[in-house]
């Protein structure tokens, strides 16, 4: 994928990494961040992968391979639901809107490889058999725009957060031919520096970035917003039922405010540690216009969540995500649910 031609509005500057090909920011990144909070402006996200599945099968077919309660979305309705191994352990964290024909699903970046938008079609086309669906990464064809507002655009097919989320807001499913118009019409544009301030004060994980291949629902808040409890019989169920009830996942996902005077900036990767002993390691990281250095880290089950840990020579008070303390989030899955339980 190119980049974006967003990169050509003023002040533009390149992201790097797992968001190359959009902008980090556009000159003012504690600005755009304040103005994003205020419900102003739009981030591009046309970096972002999209799949679409068709036929009259989509919601049935796609209820048995993923987490979260499909069978009777609404039209337009938005929700979340997870793709895991036998093992429960998550390889896509999808969000999903269906449009009445077609279900969108929206895998995010691929950080580091995991859970792209061309793994997660082939592995739908590998599970299809003889159902009555057809799956296609439209990614070259459609361009995702990420803006504050958590009610459905106007204009376009978006996927919109749930009643009760801590990150508000909504992705925007644009033509990618048209991107440079509808970001003219979107009000002030916001990089990518603004976005993930916001979604990291959230405590909102980023699968490849706040995740590893060990990773289950439980440790990092997706149970509140991606998993059906009283749904079965699709893989991994085993495993979330059974950690669930017994309440002990081994990790836990913890937002960690750092001592921004301490040495070099800390950076993905480095190591987590209390009294000495490693407990974990910090997954995203990103300078907040109000909170200073925040991260995202998964921790041992057994560290206080109100211990004062140290990630190199910087200290880090902890917080506990919003989406680990809270119960199951209202939204879309949870009305199919309903639906379903009317149906029946």
Same mark, same amino acid.
């Given at each position: 994928?190119?980049?974006s031609?967003?990169l050509?509005?003023p002040?533009?500057?390149?992201?790097?990494g797992?968001d190359?090909g959009?902008?980090?920011?556009?000159g003012?990144?504690?600005?755009?961040?304040?103005?994003?909070?205020?419900?102003?402006?739009?981030?591009?996200?046309s970096?972002?992968g999209v799949?679409?599945?068709?036929g009259?099968?989509?919601?049935?077919w796609l *209820?048995d391979?993923?987490?979260q309660e499909?069978?009777?979305?609404?039209?337009?309705?938005?929700?979340e639901?997870?793709?895991?191994?036998? *093992?429960?352990?998550?390889?896509?964290?999808?969000?999903?809107?269906?449009?009445?024909t077609?279900?969108?699903?929206?895998?995010?970046t691929?950080?580091?490889?995991?859970?792209?938008?061309?793994?997660?079609t082939?592995?739908?086309?590998r599970?299809?058999?003889?159902?009555e669906?057809?799956v296609?990464?439209v990614?070259?064809?459609?361009?995702l725009?990420?803006?504050?507002?958590?009610?459905?655009?106007p204009?376009h097919l978006?996927?919109?957060?749930?009643?009760?989320s801590?990150?508000?807001?909504?992705?925007?499913l644009?033509?990618?031919?048209?991107?440079?118009?509808?970001?003219?019409?979107?009000?002030?544009?916001?990089g990518?520096?603004?976005?993930?301030?916001?979604?990291?004060?959230a405590?909102?994980?980023?699968?490849?970035?706040?995740?590893?291949?060990?990773?289950?629902?439980?440790?990092?808040g997706?149970?509140a917003?991606?998993?059906?409890?009283?749904?079965?019989?699709?893989?991994?169920?085993e495993?979330?039922?059974r950690v669930? *009830?017994?309440?002990?996942?081994p990790?836990r996902?913890s937002?960690l405010?750092?001592?921004?005077?301490?040495?070099?900036?800390?950076?993905p990767g480095d190591?987590?540690s209390?009294?000495?002993?490693?407990?974990?390691r910090?997954?995203?990281?990103v300078?907040h216009?109000?909170l200073?250095p925040?991260g995202?880290?998964?921790?041992r089950?057994g560290?206080?969540?109100?211990a004062?840990?140290?990630?190199?020579?910087?200290?880090a008070a902890?917080?506990?995500?919003?989406?680990?303390?809270?119960?199951?989030?209202?939204?879309a899955?949870?009305?199919?649910?309903?639906?379903?339980?009317v149906?029946r």
């Amino acid at each position: 994928m190119t980049g974006s031609p967003l990169l050509d509005l003023p002040g533009a500057v390149p992201a790097e990494g797992p968001d190359a090909g959009v902008a980090w920011h556009y000159g003012d990144p504690l600005g755009e961040q304040r103005r994003l909070e205020a419900g102003e402006g739009f981030v591009d996200l046309s970096h972002s992968g999209v799949v679409r599945v068709t036929g009259p099968a989509r919601l049935g077919w796609l *209820n048995d391979l993923t987490s979260q309660e499909l069978r009777h979305l609404p039209t337009g309705a938005s929700t979340e639901t997870l793709v895991l191994d036998p *093992n429960g352990r998550v390889e896509h964290a999808l969000h999903v809107v269906d449009d009445g024909t077609s279900t969108w699903l929206l895998p995010g970046t691929g950080v580091g490889g995991v859970g792209t938008a061309a793994a997660l079609t082939a592995y739908l086309l590998r599970m299809r058999f003889w159902t009555e669906v057809e799956v296609e990464d439209v990614t070259a064809q459609w361009a995702l725009v990420l803006q504050p507002q958590a009610e459905p655009h106007p204009a376009h097919l978006s996927w919109v957060s749930g009643p009760g989320s801590p990150l508000p807001g909504r992705e925007v499913l644009v033509p990618r031919d048209e991107l440079a118009a509808f970001a003219a019409s979107a009000g002030p544009p916001a990089g990518m520096w603004a976005a993930e301030a916001r979604r990291v004060a959230a405590g909102v994980p980023r699968l490849g970035l706040d995740t590893d291949d060990r990773t289950i629902p439980h440790e990092v808040g997706w149970l509140a917003t991606a998993v059906a409890l009283d749904k079965g019989c699709y893989r991994g169920q085993e495993t979330v039922a059974r950690v669930h *009830n017994l309440g002990r996942p081994p990790r836990r996902l913890s937002i960690l405010h750092l001592d921004g005077s301490a040495g070099d900036d800390p950076r993905p990767g480095d190591e987590v540690s209390f009294e000495g002993r490693e407990v974990g390691r910090l997954g995203s990281v990103v300078q907040h216009a109000d909170l200073g250095p925040v991260g995202l880290a998964l921790l041992r089950r057994g560290v206080p969540d109100d211990a004062v840990l140290a990630v190199g020579d910087a200290s880090a008070a902890q917080e506990v995500p919003p989406l680990l303390v809270a119960g199951p989030l209202g939204g879309a899955g949870r009305a199919a649910q309903q639906g379903l339980r009317v149906a029946r």
